[in-house]
């Protein structure tokens, strides 16, 4: 039975769907907020890959926040995920909250990942099988991580960063939350922009569910990048920043980083 080594941060649903039985394929279904019972549906074995509970921080401030290495790591092991494993991420928004969970596994060294792009959608639009959830218990794996620095940045990081010429943050959000035209999603958050971010809405990436070519991407970004910089991304709590980390490494940009605590840390601790 074939092994996988990915040479790409985005799958198709027809690469998923011929790569099925690759012995070293572990899909993830990372959708938020799911509620996971016999109805809900799945590409077939996926193995549920829990932001909000299992990988983030759920002592810290403010949502979604970064785990810690051993926290990441033990859950990774108990979905059984190994250093050898090809890991695929989804949601079933189209990509959304997978493009987090691609980053943390960016995040902490394993590099054997990559995005479905469409996610559910888009594989059930090409009429490919689902399942419903089943409870089940996997093999403990043997996956070991190390947390790389560059690629997550907190308050005081971002701070430096905005004074910063040698980079540029963009920020993942709406335009009319961007320009402070309408509330935050979340209650008592104050409207208001990082200084000196630009924005990028994470929608102007996508022609319905899958991302638009990389040609198309590119002349997005070179909009806003003029030069060689530091790209630091923000969003509301640190979710579709990574959108625009994905969108950026598909453009084979380097130096990325992700603001984690995004709009609701600087919002809540900046007046």
Known sequence: MKTLQLNTPLVSVDWLNSNQNASNLI???????????????????????D?????????????????????????????GINKDSCVVVYDDKGV????????????FGFDNVAVLDGGLPEWKANNYEVETYKPEIYTTGNIEVNYNSELMVNFEGVNLFTTDNTAL??????????????D?????????????????????????NTFKSVNDISK????????????????????????????????????????????????????
């Open 27 to 49: 899909v993830l279904d990372a959708t938020i907020n799911k509620v996971i019972d016999t109805d809900s549906e799945r590409i077939p074995n996926a193995r549920f890959f």
């Open 51 to 79: 932001i909000k509970q299992k990988f983030s921080d759920i002592s810290a401030p403010f949502p979604s926040t970064l785990p810690s290495k051993e926290q990441f790591q033990s859950e990774a092991q108990n979905l």
């Open 184 to 208: 935050e999603p979340r209650a008592g958050l104050r409207r208001g922009t990082i200084p000196n971010s630009k924005n990028l809405p994470y929608t102007d990436l996508f022609n319905g």
């Open 96 to 107: 959304y909250s997978c493009a987090r969970a691609w980053w943390l596994f960016k995040v």
């Open 220 to 271: 997005i970004f070179n909009i806003l990048v003029r030069e060689n910089k530091t790209l630091v991304f923000s969003c509301g709590s640190g979710i579709t920043a990574c959108i625009l980390a994905l969108a950026a490494t598909l453009c084979n940009y380097k130096n990325l980083v992700v603001y984690d605590g995004s709009w609701t840390e600087y919002g809540s601790l900046t007046d």
């Open 169 to 182: 943050i963009v920020d993942a959000r709406s335009a009319p939350r961007f320009n402070c035209l309408v």
